[in-house]
């Protein structure tokens, strides 16, 4: 990973949002929609981050994750006898709350960014549990589990409104 390149993520979310997503969607998306697209599927979103937004952020978490490795390879250390799986472990635990956190706080900002009851209604939907297991499964055709292109927009347009 390299510090400081979220600006170089810009035509990648300019591809992502004018695209990917309409081309997902069918039509075009409102900056409260791609925020919203932004959040996991268990809160409601896609699971589609924007890499200019999250870049810094997990570059943050991987060069605090991946210290006492490179310490070791600093150290040249022949063996992983010094690597402390226990501190990586509870480390790799705070950076999954601060992105839950993250996560919660673009949640509440979706909120008051919308003055669409329906949509904030939809949001709400979206998070209950199991709401978007369907976005997560392995489409698999002998048992039934694909979308094509128009039913899965259909299910789109119910999930959000």
Known sequence: TIPGISELF?????????????????????????????????????????????????FQASVKITENLRQLIIDQQSSLDG??????????????????????????????????ERLKRSISLAQEKGAGAWLTVLPIGSLGWVLNKEEFRDALRLRYG
């Open 83 to 116: 690597y402390q799986a226990d501190i990586v472990a509870e480390v790799t635990r705070d950076c999954l709350k601060d992105k839950e956190v993250r996560m919660m706080r673009k949640i509440s900002e979706i909120g008051s960014d919308s003055s669409d």
């Open 10 to 58: 810009g035509p990648l979310e300019y591809a992502l949002r004018h695209s990917f997503l309409p081309a997902i969607v069918g039509r075009h998306v409102s900056d409260l929609e791609r925020k919203l697209f932004t959040l996991p599927v268990r809160l409601g979103g896609l699971g589609i981050s924007n890499p200019v937004e999250g870049s810094d952020f997990e």
